[in-house]
T-cell receptor, first 112, second 115 residues
Framework: GENVEQHPSTLSVQEGDSAVIKCTYSDSASNYFPWYKQELGKRPQLIIDIRSNVGEKKDQRIAVTLNKTAKHFSLHITETQPEDSAVYFCAARETRAQKLVFGQGTRLTINP | DAGITQSPRHKVTETGTPVTLRCHQTENHRYMYWYRQDPGHGLRLIHYSYGVKDTDKGEVSDGYSVSRSKTEDFLLTLESATSSQTSVYFC??????????????FGPGTRLTVL
């Protein structure tokens, strides 16, 4: 089955700087890669996703890149703000079943 | 919030008692999921359903059973709760239609404590 590794587990950046979180996956047949943001005590919220037929997708200050050959994808947050502080999860979807396999999460802290 | 509710939102129970958590959706989505979230383990799939009466196991299904007799409801049962099942449980649905979709949305979660 699919296995997703996420790094780093914690990340601290200065407000206004960029943050990058990286994930690798094992199943070359996986075709959908979402990113979730989870604030303390809240549910995970989908913030951006990418499908295997594109290499990059942007939505304002966040972007995701996908390298199918290397089987890794990354989340990029530019011009970070205090409200970006949260735990971020990547995931990959197994194609034979509509199941997501999640990474372990990255706790992002934005320092003012 | 994709019309997903969970009940109860908080529960404290004792070891050995049965517990049932309910997930309810209003959007008629085919796929529903139960996850547990524990520190250091992220989100782990317990069971999922791909239709009424159609369910399958996830990676951490031992000690749990599920039922889906109606499209809108997906029940998770702990037949005999153990302290290792203390966790936050999230239900999710997957919106799949045509060439788009597949996005998964989560319910608000249930915090379960087994003493």
């Amino acid at each position: 089955g699919e296995n997703v590794e996420q790094h780093p587990s914690t990340l601290s950046v200065q407000e206004g700087d960029s943050a990058v979180i990286k994930c690798t996956y094992s199943d070359s047949a996986s075709n959908y890669f979402p990113w979730y943001k989870q604030e303390l005590g809240k549910r995970p919220q989908l913030i951006i996703d990418i499908r295997s037929n594109v290499g990059e997708k942007k939505d304002q200050r966040i972007a995701v890149t996908l390298n199918k050959t290397a089987k890794h994808f990354s989340l990029h947050i530019t011009e970070t703000q205090p409200e970006d502080s949260a735990v971020y999860f990547c995931a990959a979807r197994e194609t034979r079943a509509q199941k997501l396999v999640f990474g372990q999460g990255t706790r992002l802290t934005i320092n003012p | 919030d994709a019309g997903i509710t969970q009940s109860p939102r908080h529960k404290v129970t004792e070891t050995g008692t049965p517990v049932t958590l309910r997930c309810h959706q209003t959007e008629n989505h085919r796929y529903m999921y139960w996850y547990r979230q524990d520190p250091g383990h992220g989100l782990r799939l317990i069971h999922y359903s791909y239709g009424v009466k159609d369910t399958d196991k996830g990676e951490v299904s031992d000690g749990y059973s599920v039922s889906r007799s109606k499209t809108e409801d997906f029940l998770l049962t702990l037949e005999s709760a153990t302290s290792s099942q203390t966790s936050v449980y999230f239900c999710a649905i997957s919106a799949i239609s045509g060439t788009s979709g597949g996005e998964q949305f989560f319910g608000p979660g249930t915090r379960l404590t087994v003493l």
